[in-house]
Nanobody, 124 residues
């Protein structure tokens, strides 16, 4: 079974950048859809971006033009490049995987496997 481990979170000033990584164990990861979600205190977990096994991407409106999701199948890793960060981007960021594209990628219950999360804090 695929296991996911996120890394790359931390404290960054507004306007700064971070690159989050989601590393997977298991050779079938390259065919999985992968999503990055985030959850701030008191808020529901929400989709930030997703990428299919074929490389098709989707983004939440709040991060379009600032975040980029990509994958390196040779390294079994999916990345989330987050630029021009804002305080409202602060949250725990989770990656999730599914062997097929969820019917509704915005529904967190339709993703099969989750990582443990990495904290992103945007503050001066």
């Amino acid at each position: 079974q695929v296991q996911l481990v996120e890394s790359g979170g931390g404290l960054v000033q507004p306007g700064g950048s971070l690159r989050l990584s989601c590393a997977a164990s298991g050779s079938i990861f390259s065919s999985n859809d992968v999503g990055w979600y985030r959850q701030a205190p008191g808020k529901q977990r929400a989709l930030v971006a997703s990428i299919t096994g074929g490389g098709t991407t989707n983004y939440a409106d709040s991060v379009k033009g600032r975040f980029t999701i990509s994958r390196d199948n040779a390294k079994n890793t999916v990345y989330l490049e987050a630029n021009t960060l804002k305080p409202e981007d602060s949250a725990v960021y989770y990656c999730a995987a599914s062997p097929s594209t969820p019917n509704n990628i915005y529904n967190s219950t339709q993703w099969y496997i989750w990582g443990q999360g990495t904290q992103v804090t945007v503050s001066s």
